[in-house]
């Protein structure tokens, strides 16, 4: 006796998964690696935590009229999304891409783009979890932010979305050792010269005039312009940020290398 079968009742289907399901799947697998390093969470947490905390307390440094904490918060909010977005991303996937984790990612169904989006939102949940504690930490040393939430919110995207294209950029171009190497010098070059605890206005004219147009530099004063003096839209570090997005993840989808 023969049983006839309908054409796709088999089980299980082979194929590749839908497209938004590998994207979640790859998030949060991104999401548990960032959050399990030990040494990503100094990078992201406890380095932004210590200088809000220290230079709030101790004026090390004239940051102009009112509480130092009012100037410190907004920059160093701009620092936790540079040292997520670019410096800690920078650094994993280029030791993933020498381990050979990406080289056996690229034979998977996931496309080149859609590793991208995925680590992007593994940093945007854990910049949501370092900005809920810096708030929480700037609140407690007499922080009183002014502005709309609105505004701060597509600030940090964007500004996420630049750092993160020029962290995969740096990653998948350099060797690991040199993208380590590279990522921590930037970090540490923009931290001094990006506006972060250090006034743009203490450097020459001259020198002004190239600072501002860093990605770091307009996303601290953009947080600055809301959250410390209650303005509208900040167009011009909007604008800027929106371009480094624009040129970072273009580029790192033309030229990121999976080996």
């Known amino acids: 006796m023969t049983t006839a079968t309908g054409t796709?009742?088999?089980?299980?289907?082979?194929?590749?998964?839908?497209?938004?399901?590998?994207?979640?799947?790859?998030?949060?697998?991104?999401?548990?690696?960032?959050?399990?390093?030990?040494?990503?969470?100094?990078?992201?947490?406890?380095?932004?935590?210590?200088?809000?905390?220290l230079f709030s307390a101790v004026r090390i440094i004239d940051t102009g009229a009112g509480e130092p904490v009012d100037f410190l918060t907004p920059g160093v909010l701009g620092l936790a999304v540079m040292s997520t977005a670019f410096t800690g991303q920078a650094i994993a996937t280029g030791f993933e891409r020498?381990?050979?984790?990406?080289?056996?990612?690229?034979?998977?169904?996931?496309?080149?783009?859609?590793?991208?989006?995925?680590?992007?939102?593994?940093?945007?949940?854990?910049?949501?979890?370092?900005?809920?504690?810096?708030?929480?930490?700037?609140?407690?040393?007499?922080?009183?932010?002014?502005?709309?939430?609105?505004?701060?919110?597509?600030?940090?995207?964007?500004?996420?979305?630049?750092?993160?294209?020029?962290?995969?950029?740096?990653?998948?171009t350099l060797k690991a050792e040199a993208t380590l190497a590279a990522a921590n010098l930037v970090f540490l070059l923009l931290l001094v010269g990006g506006g972060v605890i250090v006034p743009l206005t203490k450097f020459p004219a001259a020198v002004q005039q190239v600072l501002q147009f860093l990605p770091i530099s307009?996303?601290?004063?953009?947080?600055?312009?809301?959250?410390?003096?209650?303005?509208?839209?900040?167009?011009?570090?909007l604008g800027i940020l929106a371009v480094w997005a624009v040129l970072g993840l273009g580029a790192a989808a033309k030229w990121f290398r999976w080996e």
């Open 8 to 53: 796709g009742t088999f089980t299980p289907r082979p194929g590749a998964a839908p497209l938004s399901r590998m994207i979640r799947a790859q998030a949060a697998l991104e999401t548990r690696m960032l959050l399990r390093n030990g040494e990503q969470l100094l990078l992201t947490v406890v380095i932004p935590t210590l200088l809000l905390v």
């Open 98 to 172: 020498r381990y050979g984790v990406l080289k056996r990612l690229a034979v998977s169904p996931l496309p080149r783009w859609g590793l991208m989006t995925a680590k992007t939102c593994a940093v945007l949940v854990t910049e949501v979890l370092q900005i809920a504690l810096l708030t929480v930490v700037a609140l407690a040393l007499g922080w009183s932010p002014h502005g709309n939430p609105l505004a701060v919110v597509l600030l940090l995207v964007l500004g996420t979305a630049a750092f993160s294209g020029l962290g995969l950029l740096m990653a998948g």
């Open 218 to 237: 307009a996303l601290s004063d953009g947080l600055r312009t809301v959250l410390q003096h209650g303005a509208g839209l900040p167009w011009a570090d």
